[in-house]
């Protein structure tokens, strides 16, 4: 008898959890969406503001307040995010209060390309147009070409993350067959890269010679570095 009881209460608490789920599922499909909080994963580069965030949700209402959680498709709202050119990622969801969260992740710029195309490269080595609402403190590139991008790319994710050089160089000039001169900061000078490869190895014979010449109090009298050669770093002193 115990055994017939337990097989006749089992359906039934299925059936029972199951029409709890399908009441929860319709009373917030009912739910009218009341708030919305806009919130970014990094605020230091706001290339594109909550406000036009926003409008990118909008369809055809004028808003998505007061618009019942159904009729707004959050695989939608996410892709016309992502199909912004200043966003890389973004998450769209309502929760239980009626709040839509909208979690959106920026592109980041990490050099200026100057020239025929006026835009940035990003960290996902894909071109972005620059924005009208933030300018990045980025390396400018001048010279660029589409064939040298992933050696550009490259070199310049060893820069970004190399304590030093991340500051000290802040533009980049590419010739016709890709070799590169940099220049810095806060030294009146220019390193001759040559080609854009063997890169570990020239940046530590600059660093050698730029502690030596720092040493030395003779930094300001050097017009440029060549760093082409292998093992050595040949310096030209400005003219007297």
Known sequence: MKKILKLLILPVVILVILALYSF????????????????????????????????????????????????????????????????RTAEVSVDLNGRLNVVVEQRTPIARLVGSKNMYLD???????LSSEHTALVPVITGFQAE??????????????????HIAITQIALSKNGEAVLMLRSHDMRLKMGKLEQVDQKMSNFKAMLAKVEKDKTVDQIKSMDLRYDRQVIVVKKSS
Do not use: C, W
């Open 24 to 87: 929860a599922g319709k009373r917030h499909h009912a739910r009218e969406i009341n708030d919305i909080k806009i919130s970014f994963t990094d605020y230091s580069d706001p290339f594109i503001s909550e406000k036009n965030v926003n409008k990118l949700l909008i369809v055809k209402e004028d808003s998505v307040k007061n618009l019942l959680a159904e009729k707004l498709d959050l695989n939608k709202s996410e892709t016309r995010l992502v199909a912004d050119p200043m966003i």
């Open 148 to 165: 040298f991008q992933e050696q550009l790319f490259d070199f310049l994710e060893y820069v970004r993350h190399d304590e030093l050089l």
């Open 123 to 129: 960290s996902d080595n894909q071109l972005m147009p």
